[in-house]
Structures are given as C-alpha cells and as structure tokens.
C-alpha cells in the first residue's frame, strides 16, 4: 500500500514536471552565459602558459575603473555595458524573447560577483541597472551546438570564449526520476542509482549528436571512464568517504574494548526504556550543531547499540538521526552552514540596494521564517516525548518491539559483522574509554577549523615560533561575522577526515592500554569498514547521478520554469515547492542553494517593490519579500534533501544507523511531508497572505504539529487496534 501510494505521488510529479510549460531556449541559453566566463584558454606566452579565464580578462580591463565614494574614498568598479545579445533569440513563430537583456545580464554579473568574492579582489560589480558606454560589452551567441561569449569595450575586442552547449531540455528531468522510480519500485538503490547514472551518460551523448547505438554503448563506457573516474578523482568526495571510513573503523575498535557499553551503562540510567533513548538520541542531535555529517556518523553510531538494546527500529533511530542533523546547523548561528547559506547570496545583496557585507544581517532575519527546519525540531522532539506514531513508522516501531529492528528482507547499508560487535572478553566496560577518542575527534575538527579560518580571514597570523600564532590585528568585523567567517573559510570535508582519524588512533591507544592486542584492535576496526562496502558504492553513485543532472542542466531546467510573472503572495511558497523539488531531483540541499539564490534576491525585491499598497514604503515591502524568500528557499532545500533517496546525508544517516536505505527514506518521508504542509499552511501562507507575525506563524505550527500528533498518532506501545487517546 506504501509503495503503491508513493508510486502514484511519485507518477503525478513527474507527469506534472514533463506537461508543464518549459522555459524558452533563449531563457535557458541565459543561463548557462556565465559558465563560459570560466573557460580557460592557455596564457599569453603559449601553450606552457597558465591556463587564463575570460574572467580575468573583464577583470583586468578598462572598464573597471575608480569610482569616488560618498565617504571620499575611491572604490573600484566594473562597468558594464549595455550590449547583451543572443544571435539566435528569434524563435520560429513566436519572436524575440525580450527577457534575455536582463536574464543574460544577471547571470554574467553573478558569475562575476562569485569570482571576486572567491579571489577576494577589491571591485566592486554594481547591479545592471545603468549601463555605461565605457563598460565592457558581451555577445553571447548559439549555433549547431556550440556558444560564444565575446566580450568588447567600445567595438574593441577584449576576449573570447567558445564552447559546447548541451542543449537544456526536459530530459535531463530522466536521471533523478530513473533513479527514484527504481529505488521505490525494486527497494533496490544500487540498482536503481546505476541506472540512473546510465540514463544520464546515454542523454549527454546523445545532446552532443551522437547515435543511438554510439549513445548506449558510449553510456556504459562513460560511466566508467567519465562519472566513477571524476568522482574516485575529486579530493572533497575521498575526505568524506575516509571521514566515514575512519569514524566507523573508531566506534568499532572502542566497542571492541568496552568504550561503547560503558557509555551504554552510563546512559542506561537515565535513558531506562526506549521513549527515554530516543528523547537522549534528539538532545544529542541537538548538542552537535555544528556540522551536518558529524552530527549524523556521531549521533547515530553512537546511540544504534543503546537503541537496538531497547528495541527501537533502526528506521526511527535514522529519523531522528537525519531529521536533527541539517535543521539544526542550518539554523544555528555557529554553524559550517552559516556562512555557505550566506555566500549564495550575499554577492547578489546589490541588486536590493544593500551591501554584500550586510549578508549576516540578512540571515539573522530569515532565522523567524525558516519554518521547516523549526518544525523539524519540534515535530521531532514532541513525537520521541509523547512516544506516538503513525504511518509507516508506527509499523517499524511495532515491529521493533515485538523483536525485529530490520524488517525481514532488509538490507542495513552496515551489516551484522559491525552491528553486532561486542566487548572483547574480560575487558571493562568504562565510557572513557569511548569518550576520550571522541572528545579529541570534536577537538580536533573544531581546532582545525578555528585556525584555517582565523587565519584566512587575518583574525591571526603565522609566527615563527611557538606557539606559533599572533593576532594580526587588523580584523575590524563584528563577532558574528568573525565567528561565522572562521566556520566558512576553515570548514569543509578535511577537518572531519583528520579529526576521525585522531579519533581512530586514540582510540587504538586506548584499547591497547586496556588489553587489546593490534592483532584485534585491527580485526574490529576492519569488521567495521568491510560491512560498509554496500554504503560506499551507493554514495558514489549518488554523486555519479548528481553529476549527470549537473551536465544535462536538471537544476537549471527546473529554476528557469519559475515565471517573473508570479503574484508576490505565492511567490515564497513556490520558490519553497522549487527548492524541494530540485534538492530531491539533484539530492543535495547545498548546490540547490546555490542555484536558487542567486536568482531570488533581485526576482523577489522587484516583485516586492512594484507590488507594494499605495500606504507602503516600497523598498521596506520589497526587502521583506526578500527576506522571506531567502528562508523559503533555505528551507525547501533541506526538505527535498530529507526526502531524496540519492541525497548523501541521507545515505550517511542509514550508514550510521545501520538501517535499510529505502526504509529509512519512505518511514521518514511521510513525516516530513506532514512537516512540509504546516510550514508551507501554518507558515508562509499566512505571512504572506494575511501578514501574520512569524512568531505567530511558530506558535500556530507548533500546536497544530502536536494536534496532528495526539490525533493520528498512537502509541507505539498499545495494542494495534487501540485507538489515538491513551
């Protein structure tokens, strides 16, 4: 009945996404614009010459310029002219498109502003409002194929760049649905990923004008050689998978020694039962907020012995697990998140008249309208408190305490060589012994990130000696934008791969001085790593799917059917519904982001601004639709990543919870669903609709969370029959 109502949801979306209204080509063409501004082409002094981008070029020509301030001070800015051209705009039967002036414009500038922001050059790109004769012009121009992008100042060539242009249509909507479509038909998600990626390479081939017989038989050869090669090469991709490999190898080898029954023992005594375990699971998911993935390997290894002990369903313990970890770094102040979330879009903060630097700001005022991730918690935290369930998960967790943590046929992404590791004989079970090695992993992560990152943004520099660390004195931000700062520039996938491997070491230590030999120090930490191996290849896969929708444009197809005639009342709740849909296309809540953003702060100011009531400051209307918009798109994203079968959080909290893949997603997917509805109902529509307070909005949702609960759910411990009233 599950699968054949997610079948059928699943059938209606995707009948929707290929009868809708497509973006026009022109539209899509503006889009892809600004990749070829990244194009490099050998340098000046010949083909041994580094590799020169058309960026720099415009960057380091005569159209950027000193332009005096208003405090007397010169800033330097990059004019931009008004010559935007498509040569092929003119469409059989239907004309000119008239939005790729502005469309191309922006696109150009934002691949811009990104560029100055990642260089950290001191220029400044004004939004395209008044285009200057001195500014630098560009022409961008389609044909069998192949774009160009020229750039000139005056008629006078400056640069050019060609390249071949994958033509954006609606299949490159067939990889993520493919594989979707599988995983929740056979429940088999390597399969499903594999086909995913195949459909994938057979539509790049085939866009590129390839037959059909060169198509299928290239397909298999690039899936191989182009999609597993790229991603066994990126280096971010191996520092998660060792991060993985190595938290896992640490929790096997403390188990091994007693570690993790003393912190059973220890933990036992509060958390007596399961509605207690799982009430400890949420605190600690709480607890470490800091970063998404170590909130899921951590939390979720950690608690999977205490909770199989109490008999709660793997696929709860995954729930509670992934439905913490991205909510509360997305909404915490001092987060790796912070500051990505604020990177989408601060560059863009111009074109609303405010400063890339007032992007902080901005954030703090999303915090009341990111209501998904609020009700996330609080949903989360009120269904392990009252002990109620329903859907799917009520039958997990009936299941579970009749005796079967898996269903019969399932296929934990860990299996039993990890799961079922016990203390070695005659060691003694102390929770220092688990606690040390993860108190360094913390410290180690959390070291790591505050020195990379002070250092990048000059809050310190280097000393000669010890202890090798000066302030440089020179910082003049505030302490959230140090703070958020030191978590950007010094976050990423290498403090977490170091910290689990000095988590692995000390461990090992540990256990030898508690009487482990090598010999079986090794053989736990082995029996840990060889039960992931399923794990490991469906992570892969997801990415190879990912960079399949990033060839074929899935994201950009999906983004550009979003119309700037949309009445501004609605426009929060589509931009959500956009957001959910790309992240569980594509599987990743962060490159949604990235898509989305750049696009919403001018789209949504304007339509704020010109639909403001006569009695209204226009601006202030339009900055508040902005603002709104931004936590819109924040949320959807991590909504769509929750629900998505190929999304990497969602694989590493099955990981970490040892729990079937496709189990854990349809459990969790009914209640993030219910989620979804109060916030987009509760939330969104009555801010925009009837200009309720956000507080409102969280008190209203949060009650009717509870009611829904306390109505349709039961507990998981009464008869089957019972009814939803204790």
């Known amino acids: 009945m599950i699968r054949a109502a997610s079948l059928l949801v699943f059938a209606v979306l995707a009948a929707f996404l290929f009868t809708a209204d497509g973006a026009s080509p022109t539209l899509l063409g503006a889009k892809q614009a600004g990749d070829f501004l990244m194009l490099e082409v050998d340098g000046p002094d010949g083909p041994d010459g580094a590799p ?94 192949v774009g160009t992008l020229t750039a000139n100042i005056g008629g006078e060539p400056l640069a050019e760049r060609a390249g071949p242009r994958l033509e954006i249509t609606q299949r490159s909507l067939l990889p993520p649905l493919v594989a979707i479509f599988l995983a929740v038909l056979f429940r088999r998600p390597v399969l499903a990923l594999l086909m995913g990626v195949i459909a994938g390479a057979f539509l790049v081939r085939s866009g590129e004008g390839a037959g059909l017989a060169a198509s299928a038989g290239g397909a298999l050869v690039d899936t191989v050689t182009v999609y597993l090669k790229g991603q066994l090469q990126d280096h971010a991709r191996t520092e998660i998978i060792l991060f993985v490999v190595f938290m896992l190898a640490m929790v096997g080898v403390i188990t091994r020694a007693g570690g993790i029954r003393g912190v059973m023992n220890r933990i036992a005594g509060l958390a007596r039962d399961a509605r207690k375990t799982q009430i400890a699971t949420w605190f600690m998911g709480l607890a470490i907020f800091f970063d ?78 990111r209501f998904y991730c609020w009700f996330t918690l609080i ?27 898996l269903r019969d046929g399932a296929t934990p992404l860990v299996g039993k060589a990890a799961t079922e590791l016990e203390a070695a004989e005659g060691t003694v079970a102390k929770a220092s012994t688990a606690l040390v090695p993860l108190a360094l992993f913390l410290l180690t992560v959390l070291g790591m990130i505050v020195w990379v990152g002070a250092l990048d943004i000059g809050l310190i ?34 403090p977490l791969m170091i910290g689990a491997i000095v988590g692995f070491l000390s461990a090992s230590l540990i256990a030898m001085n508690r009487g482990l030999k090598p010999i079986e120090i090794l053989r736990a930490a082995a029996n840990s790593i060889k039960a992931m191996f399923i794990a490991v290849v469906i992570l892969y896969l997801a990415w190879m799917v990912g960079q399949t929708c990033d060839d074929l444009g899935t994201a950009e197809y999906l983004s550009a059917t979003i119309s700037d005639a949309i009445p501004y009342m609605v426009l929060p709740l589509i931009l959500f519904l956009l957001a959910g849909v790309i992240a569980f296309s594509t599987g990743s809540s962060w490159s949604t982001m990235t898509i989305l953003l750049p696009l919403v702060v001018g789209l949504s100011y304007d339509i704020g601004f010109a639909s403001a009531a006569a009695d209204t400051d226009p601006r202030a209307f339009g900055l508040s639709l902005m603002v709104i918009c931004i936590g819109a798109v924040l949320e959807g994203a991590i909504f769509g990543d929750h629900c998505s079968p190929i999304s990497d959080t969602t694989v590493m909290s099955s990981i970490a919870c040892a729990s079937d893949h496709i189990d854990h997603v349809r459990t969790q997917a009914p209640y993030a669903i219910v ?50 009233v204790p």
């Open 52 to 145: 020169r981008a058309m960026w720099q070029d415009v960057l380091e020509s005569a159209a950027v310029v000193e332009v005096p301030g208003e405090d007397g001070e010169a800033t330097r800015q990059l004019l931009i002219g008004g010559t935007l051209v498509l040569s092929d705009a003119l469409r059989e039967g239907e004309g000119f498109d008239f939005n790729w002036h502005r469309t191309a414009g922006s696109s150009l500038i934002r691949k811009l502003r990104s560029v100055v922001a990642d260089e950290g050059l001191a220029i400044e790109i004004p939004a395209l409002k008044k285009p200057d004769e001195n500014g630098v012009n560009f022409e961008f121009s389609i044909s069998e194929g």
């Open 292 to 369: 998404d993935y170590a909130n899921t390997i951590l939390v979720g290894s950690t608690m999977r012995p205490l909770s199989d002990r109490f008999k709660i369903a793997r696929e709860k313990l995954a729930y509670i697990v992934d439905s913490t970890a991205a909510p509360v770094a997305g909404v915490s102040i001092l987060s790796t998140w912070i500051a990505f979330e604020v990177s989408t879009f601060s560059a863009q903060l111009p074109d609303a008249g405010l400063a890339p630097t007032d992007g902080y700001a901005i954030f703090l005022q999303t915090l009341p309208y």
């Open 675 to 724: 989620t979804m509805l109060v916030a987009l109902g509760v939330g969104y529509f009555p801010v925009t609709f009837l200009d309720v307070s956000p507080a409102l909005s969280l008190a209203m949702g949060t009650g009717t969370l509870v009611l829904i609960l306390l109505l349709k759910g039961k507990r998981v411990d009464a008869p089957a029959d019972a009814g939803s």
């Open 379 to 405: 949903f989360v935290g009120f269904n392990v408190f009252s002990g109620r369930d329903f859907g799917p998960m009520l039958t997990a967790e009936r299941r579970a305490r009749a005796g079967k943590v």
């Open 461 to 494: 520099e280097q000393a000669a000696t010890f202890p090798f660390v000066a302030a440089a004195g020179g910082y003049e931000g505030s302490w959230l934008e140090a703070s958020t700062g030191i978590l950007y520039a010094g976050s990423g996938n290498r």
